[in-house]
């Protein structure tokens, strides 16, 4: 078998690839020669994404989706398919996050967390799933989070809804395998990105020191940049990892094999 990390002649869905994480999975698919359909609400930003992209010489479109809306995942799943001409590849990377325990939680922030975390995740992957089904196969790659894998104090919807992303990767990756369908998912650790800044600006103080502190709690003693996570997207959607699925890897510098606080 010829395996490889190319990704010519593929046509590959990031949802939230705006910034952060989407957007280096988005150029790193665009870079293995792939066309991408980059999406978000924020339209500005989305362009400059396809802008970087076509300036190194890769194929990007862009299209606008709120996933909380009803039926926007089955409109962009559409809008996919229409501009890019198939669907081998797609990435539920968009993710919201509050910061609060179960009583300071309002009705309004668990559905929010529950319809951009969970519910696009599974409107989306079922549409591509019927697509991929019929085109005879392909691979979806979840962005879950470590914090679906382990508890976190004051996050009890973020943790919720990746937890239950982790469990569709799995019932979804059994479902499929006959079908030619992987589905697997990584599993972030600390990631700098605008919703890490974000999660340690709200206990207020020094940002550049709350991160160097939480560096130094991560065996590897450092934070990753958004490619290190988009470079195990990539394998997982890859011919590479052919007889991978229903995996929730880790992406950590390590924290996922301790038990406690790494000393
Ligand atoms: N950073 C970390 O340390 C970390 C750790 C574990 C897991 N993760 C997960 O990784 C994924 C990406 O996170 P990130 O750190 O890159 O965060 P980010 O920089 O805040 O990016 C989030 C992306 O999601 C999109 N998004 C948010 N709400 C949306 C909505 N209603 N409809 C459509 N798109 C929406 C945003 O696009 P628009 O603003 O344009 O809508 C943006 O592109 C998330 O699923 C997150 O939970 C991150």
């Known amino acids: 078998m010829n395996a490889t990390w190319n990704f010519a002649g593929k046509a590959v869905l990031v949802t939230g690839s705006t910034t952060g994480i989407g957007e280096a999975c988005a150029r790193a698919f665009a870079g293995g020669g792939a066309r991408v359909m980059v999406s978000g609400r924020d339209a500005h930003r989305g362009r400059r994404v396809v802008e970087a992209i076509e300036a190194r010489g890769g194929s990007a479109a862009f299209a606008a989706a709120d996933l909380r809306e009803p039926g926007a995942c089955e409109a962009l799943l559409g809008a996919t398919l229409e501009r890019l001409g198939g669907l081998d590849v797609l990435v539920n990377n968009a993710g919201i996050l509050h910061s609060a325990n179960a009583p300071d939680t309002s009705d309004a922030q668990w559905l929010e967390t529950m319809a951009v975390n969970v519910n696009a995740v599974f409107y989306l992957s079922r549409a591509a799933v019927r697509h ?78 709350h991160l160097q502190a939480l560096a130094a709690g991560v065996p590897m003693r450092r934070l990753a940049s958004p490619a290190e996570v988009a470079h195990c997207v990539q394998f997982l959607a890859s011919d590479l990892a052919s007889y ?11 924290n996922d094999a301790t038990a406690g606080p790494y000393p």
């Open 132 to 209: 991929m089904r019929a085109a005879g196969g392909g691979a979806i790659v979840n962005i879950a989070s470590e914090w679906g894998l382990n508890g976190e104090p004051n996050h009890v919807a973020y943790c919720a809804s990746k937890g239950a992303v982790i469990q569709i990767t799995r019932c979804m990756a059994l479902d499929h395998a006959r079908e030619g369908i992987r589905v697997n998912s990584v599993c972030p650790g600390e990631i700098h990105t605008h919703m890490l800044d974000d999660i340690l600006s709200r206990r207020g103080g020094d940002l550049a020191a």
């Open 244 to 254: 991978v699925t229903g995996v929730n890897l880790p992406v950590d510098g390590g």
